[in-house]
């Protein structure tokens, strides 16, 4: 099959906020084998997630919607055309105007993007999962790097830290060149450092992390859209009058007595009208009609 494009190299700097939030600068060299027909590349990363983790022995599996914002976009360190769109479960970055197409050649994107992991809600402990080299590549990638800084000092990183690969099948720290270290940021603090690499990973071939990390690693607190409260207030409300509104006819409910009046003997109706309020009125021949009925003298 003819390679329209081949992947030098993708190397990530993934820097993560206490808030969970990633700052994700990917770096892709790739060469175009054939000119006038690329126009350049897009990029498809997961919107939904579902992620499967083991708590005193369950497995927990929950899917959960993250937040991507992209910053910016550049080709040959030049601003270069890019909008987002969503594809089912999927963001899809668009890298390229139409048209406008490249020539044969060697090229290099820089993709600068935020991603919010947002909050998990397991109280168990705190975790960074994530797909370090998505599965959407269709052609193979000659060289894959990695750097991920936490956003403070993590131990026990080596005993609580896995990779794996398509079909879930795990891979050793050994596979993925493994390194573990700290630095000191500009404002001082001490924090954890993950570097990786790997050479020749075949098309459609991801990477995925996962590190687990003590309750309250991440400062993920959840903050509710402020109509989520005024739903709730609405809901109780309605909730209340319902309930008042039952007991209310519960207890006040009044009982209807039928009341029949018959007149005197001798006297029609339109007497009583006429003796009770000095007229009569349409209703009373009505009562004189079924008066007569009632004695068989019309149908």
Known sequence: ????????????????????????????????????????????????????????????????????????VTMNGEDEYSFVERDGDYYVINIGAAGDY????????????????????ISSFDDFTFDLMDYDYLTSVENFSATIKLPKLASDILDNLTFRTNDFEGLGHEAVNLNVSSEIDEN?????????????????????????????????????HPLYYVTIAVSIVAVIGIILLLLSHKFHKKEIVTV???????????????????????????ALILEWASKKLIK
Do not use: W
């Open 188 to 224: 001082g603090t001490t924090k954890s450092v993950l570097r990786l690499n790997m050479q020749d990973i075949p098309a459609q071939t991801g990477l995925t992390i996962q590190l687990l990390l003590p309750h309250n690693f991440f400062d993920t607190n959840f903050v509710p």
């Open 1 to 72: 099959m003819y390679k329209r494009q081949v992947y030098n190299s993708i190397d990530k700097l993934i820097e993560i906020e206490e808030n969970k939030v990633l700052n994700i600068t990917e770096t892709i060299t790739l060469t175009y084998k054939k000119s006038g027909i690329n126009v350049g590349l897009s990029r498809h990363i997961s919107r939904t997630n579902k992620v499967t983790r083991i708590v005193n022995g369950d497995k927990i599996a929950k899917t959960y919607v993250h937040t991507l914002k992209l910053e910016s």
């Open 102 to 121: 490249k020539s044969a050649g060697q090229y290099v994107y820089e993709i600068n993007y935020t991603y919010d992991l947002g909050e998990d809600f």
């Open 260 to 286: 029949e009046f018959y007149p005197p003997k001798n006297c029609s109706a339109i007497d009583v009208a006429k003796i009770y309020r000095g007229k009569a009125k349409p209703k009373d021949f009505t």
